[in-house]
């Protein structure tokens, strides 16, 4: 197949909140600098939802969306030395090319490389799409586009990792559980002994609780308005839980009651910004710090009195939890296979790529963590 078309099954998203459309695809042979990858397994993840909806401002339709998965190099674009066909390997929707100005500073993970192409839907070589239906381009969608048997990804987009990790569980690596663990190491770097507050218990906010845990955190608080969360969160490290809706006062009113002042730190992995302003002012004075993990819709802001932040609570934001993609995610891998977290509890579904919308409404409707589709 090196260097020729293949025509292969993917799910195009031809319209915002129409369903996706198993098509035929082809797929065209990697440029200089690009990798084409089998994808074998991918997950849905709430932004994958949230893009579709059509609230994206970046979104583009066509598309073909995805962006949590694992597969294997069909094949190398020129020029190409990092991966070779057959690696095992995890695309990665923050790239990291080592020698932008960004991955240079030592003070993000973010990359620049890429990302005016990823966020246009195209590849950078010729600002085009590697995608066609008939003939007819399809975009590309954070640089991964993992709802195809087959994607073309930059190769500063491609991360390495152990063949013998199974690929249908270390896919939740490409983000969810990554994110919600590095918020906490990398980029709150809470404390032993902090008391922590987690919104919204999907993937991403038990990833934040397994991550607290880990830091040696001693109250984790999980906030959710689906109490059905509650049981599963336990597993996770969540001490105690709060649902808004058993309250009248407002929730970070609640919190700062429950923590004799305020949390140390609290994370928004649900994408509201109203939410976002009650986990900034549920922080204790002086020094909690708040993280925004959740994607708000375009044409969304957050508020919050000034006052908030003169008298020492800090606003940060994190993507993919700070970690450094091509770096990080092996390392990770790693990790699962020696047991020190946990993936495989965040799956709780398997389907195949052709019930991918009955996995997209699962997800919506809180009915599933992660449903990870074979291909
Ligand atoms: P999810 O849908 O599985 O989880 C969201 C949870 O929030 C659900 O349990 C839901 O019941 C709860 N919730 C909704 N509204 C609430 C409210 N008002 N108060 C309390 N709880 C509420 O989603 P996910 O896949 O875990 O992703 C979470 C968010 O993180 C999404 O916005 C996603 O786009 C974003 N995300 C960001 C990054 C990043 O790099 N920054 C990475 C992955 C995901
Ligand atoms: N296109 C959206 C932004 C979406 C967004 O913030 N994405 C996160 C990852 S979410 C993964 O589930 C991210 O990494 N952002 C950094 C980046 O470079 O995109 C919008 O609202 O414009
Ligand atoms: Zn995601």
Redesign the pocket.
């Known amino acids: 197949t090196q260097g020729q078309v293949i025509t292969c099954k993917a799910a195009v998203a031809y319209e915002p909140n129409k369903p996706l459309v198993i098509e035929d695809v082809q797929v065209a042979p990697p440029q200089a600098g690009e990798v084409r990858i089998k994808i074998l397994s991918t997950a849905?993840?709430?932004?994958d939802?949230?893009t579709w909806s059509g609230k994206d401002p970046e979104g583009l339709f066509p598309c073909i969306l995805g962006h949590e998965a694992a597969g294997v190099v069909e094949s190398v674009g020129e020029g190409v030395t990092d991966v070779q066909p057959g690696d095992h390997v995890i695309p990665c929707y923050?790239a990291e090319c080592k020698e932008c100005k960004f991955c240079k500073s030592g003070k993000t993970n973010l990359c620049g490389k890429v990302r005016t192409a990823t966020g246009a839907g195209v590849m950078m070589n010729d600002l085009k799409s590697r995608f066609s239906v008939n003939g007819k381009p399809i975009y590309h969608f954070m640089g991964t586009s993992t709802f195809s048997q087959y994607t073309v990804v930059h190769d500063v987009s491609v991360a390495k990792i152990n063949p013998q990790a199974p690929l249908e569980k270390v896919c939740l690596l490409g983000?969810?559980v990554s994110?919600?663990l590095g918020?906490v190491w990398n980029t709150a770097k809470v404390e032993a002994g902090s008391v922590v507050a987690v919104?919204?218990?999907?993937?991403?906010?038990?990833?934040v609780a397994e991550g607290a845990k880990a830091a040696g955190a001693s109250r984790i608080i999980g906030?959710?308005?689906?109490s059905k969360?509650f049981d599963v969160a336990k597993n996770f490290g969540v001490t105690e839980f709060v649902?808004?809706k058993d309250h009248e006062k407002p929730?970070q009113q609640v919190l700062v009651d429950l923590t004799d002042g305020g949390v140390d730190y609290s994370f928004?992995?649900?994408?509201?910004v109203?939410?976002m302003r009650a986990a900034l002012e549920c922080c204790h004075k002086g020094w909690g710090t708040s993280v925004?993990?959740?994607?708000?819709a375009s044409g969304q802001e957050i508020s919050t009195r000034p006052f908030q932040l003169v008298t020492g609570r800090v606003w940060k934001?994190?993507?993919?939890?700070g970690f450094k993609s091509r770096t990080h995610v092996p390392w990770l891998v790693e990790k699962y296979m020696n047991k020190e977290i946990k993936v495989d509890e965040y799956i709780t579904h398997n389907m195949n790529l052709d019930e991918i919308n009955e996995a997209f409404h699962l997800?919506?409707e809180?009915g599933?963590?992660?449903c990870v589709l074979a291909m």
């Open positions: 849905l993840c709430h932004t939802h949230y923050q983000c969810g994110t919600g918020a919104f919204g218990l999907g993937t991403v906010g038990l990833a906030i959710d308005i689906d969360k649902n808004p929730i928004e992995c649900i994408g509201n109203s939410v925004i993990v959740g994607v708000a934001g994190t993507a993919f939890g997800l919506h809180g599933c963590l992660r």
